[in-house]
């Protein structure tokens, strides 16, 4: 089955640097990689996803990119605000129709004022 | 995105007794999932909850454990039958929306003595 991994585990930043968390999935049959984030005692929010016929997508601060050769994707985040720090999950699903996604084991973002 | 609310939103229950967790969702929706995630850790899928027929589960998790039932397109429920200690997690449901996006229900925090 499909196996993720996320790197850091944790990453603290300052104010107004710029972020990055990157992620490795196994399965070649992926085509769809969403980020989560969750708020302390909140549930997991989606804030981006990137298919696979897509190299790169942007919404304001936030960017996916994906490199299907080398089957590594990963979430950037520019201008960072003290509301952006949060636990980051990526996540993979593939194949034919829809198909469960695999989690990554999280990256918990600090962003210092 | 479709409103999904969880019942209990929390609870603390006694070692070997069951709870049976409610997922509601405002509109139809064809794909819904339970998920468990442990303290400080990343989501795990623990089945499928497909309607009108036995759920699908994942590797590491049993219908004696976790029986679910889903009777319509817009209510599921997941049991966690005698429970230790270990089962101690949030559990959450999800429903998959649009172009396989995935939403989250608020979780059902569980603890148990």
């Known amino acids: 089955g499909e196996n993720v991994e996320q790197h850091p585990s944790t990453l603290s930043v300052q104010e107004g640097d710029s972020a990055v968390i990157k992620c490795t999935y196994s399965?070649?049959?992926?085509?769809?990689f969403p980020w989560y984030k969750q708020e302390l005692g909140k549930r997991p929010q989606l804030i981006i996803d990137?298919?696979?016929?897509?190299g790169e997508k942007k919404d304001q601060r936030i960017a996916v990119t994906l490199n299907k050769t080398a089957k590594h994707f990963s979430l950037h985040i520019t201008e960072t605000q003290p509301e952006d720090s949060a636990v980051y999950f990526c996540?993979?699903?593939?194949?034919?129709?829809?198909?469960?996604?695999?989690f990554g084991k999280g990256t918990m973002l600090l962003v210092s004022p | 995105s479709a409103v999904i609310s969880q019942k209990p939103s929390r609870d603390i229950c006694q070692r070997g007794t069951s709870l049976t967790i409610q997922c509601q969702v405002d509109?139809?929706?064809?794909?819904m999932f339970w998920y468990r995630q442990q303290p400080g850790q990343s989501l795990t899928l623990i089945a499928t909850?497909?309607?009108?027929?036995?759920?699908?589960?994942e590797s590491g998790f049993v219908i004696d454990k976790f029986p679910i039932s889903r009777p319509n397109l817009t209510f599921s429920t997941l049991t966690v039958s005698n429970m230790s200690p270990e089962d101690s997690s949030i559990y959450l449901c999800?429903?998959?929306?649009?172009?396989?996006?995935?939403?989250f229900g608020p979780g059902t925090r569980l603890t148990v003595l």
């Open positions: 999800s429903v998959v929306q649009g172009a396989n996006e995935q939403f």
């Open positions: 399965d070649s049959a992926s085509n769809y």
């Open positions: 990137i298919r696979s016929n897509v």
């Open positions: 996540a993979a699903s593939g194949g034919s129709g829809y198909s469960t996604l695999t």
């Open positions: 509109s139809q929706v064809t794909m």
């Open positions: 909850a497909n309607q009108g027929s036995e759920a699908t589960y």
